[in-house]
């Protein structure tokens, strides 16, 4: 859940886009500290958009310098509740940061360039246990946000099946997960198995079932495949950079 800031909730597409690229770099440079580029057009192809469309005050460059103020102002938080005890967890997207760029001159080469530092437990989150998603997938559905969504979440519960056996998971546990802005259950599952459709046409070894109820998973090969583990080298220093520039 993403609480509200100053700047008021992150919502769309590209605030996940943004998600997607600081993990992939957190995982990638091992530091809380990322460097945004020294210009908003190189940051908008880092994420898949295309700088040249749309300059006005609805064009991506815009948007996107509004909806990173939003996320990195943003709060994520993650409760558990039972009858005999309640937990929260709080983490700050970003500690503090710099953004230099001007939406109206995206091309613009700033001076000092921008940067963030991720906050502490966002880090350690985001890098634990990471999962391999494939960028090319993300950015063919980056105009879907419900399909960027169910990429991720399929993509995390297939692949942490391992071997084990199928689970069926119901819909509304999933719309627990991914459906909070729709008006009920049966508004939720319309949409998510057109995104479901989506998501199958790029990823189709993806093994998702539509059963009666919701859905069953089956353990699934990821597109991205596994890189060799040079002998001699010290798994427990570099375990955090394995698929680096692949996995967000």
């Not at 690229?21 to 898949?48: V, Y």
Request: overall charge positive.
């Amino acid at each position: 859940m993403l609480l509200d800031a100053a700047h008021g909730y992150p919502y769309g597409t590209l605030p996940r886009l943004i998600l997607f690229w600081i993990t992939k770099e957190a995982l990638r440079t091992g530091n809380r500290h990322l460097e945004l580029g020294s210009t908003l057009s190189s940051f908008l192809r880092e994420i898949g958009l295309d700088p040249s469309t749309g300059r006005g005050k609805r064009g991506d460059a815009k948007r996107l310098r509004e909806q990173m103020e939003r996320l990195f102002s943003a709060t994520i938080s993650f409760e558990y509740t039972t009858e005999q005890v309640k937990r929260w967890l709080n983490m700050n997207v970003t500690s503090n940061g710099e953004l230099w760029w001007d939406p109206r001159q995206p091309d613009q080469c700033d001076l000092w360039g921008s940067w963030i530092d991720l906050g502490a437990e966002f880090f350690e989150a985001i890098t634990k246990y990471p999962v391999p998603l494939d960028m090319r997938t993300i950015r063919a559905l980056k105009k879907s946000p419900l399909a960027l969504d169910f990429y991720a979440w399929l993509a995390y519960r297939t692949f942490t099946l391992g071997q084990g056996k199928p689970v069926t998971v119901s819909w509304a546990q999933i719309n627990l997960q991914l459906g909070s802005h729709y008006s009920g259950l049966n508004d939720f599952v319309k949409y998510a198995k057109y995104a479901l459709r989506k998501v199958l046409a790029i990823y189709p070894r993806l093994r998702v079932e539509v059963v009666y109820g919701g859905l069953r998973l089956s353990p699934s090969t990821s597109l991205i495949a596994p890189r060799p583990v040079t002998p001699g080298i010290n798994l427990s220093s570099t375990s955090t950079r394995k698929h680096a520039e692949q996995k967000t």
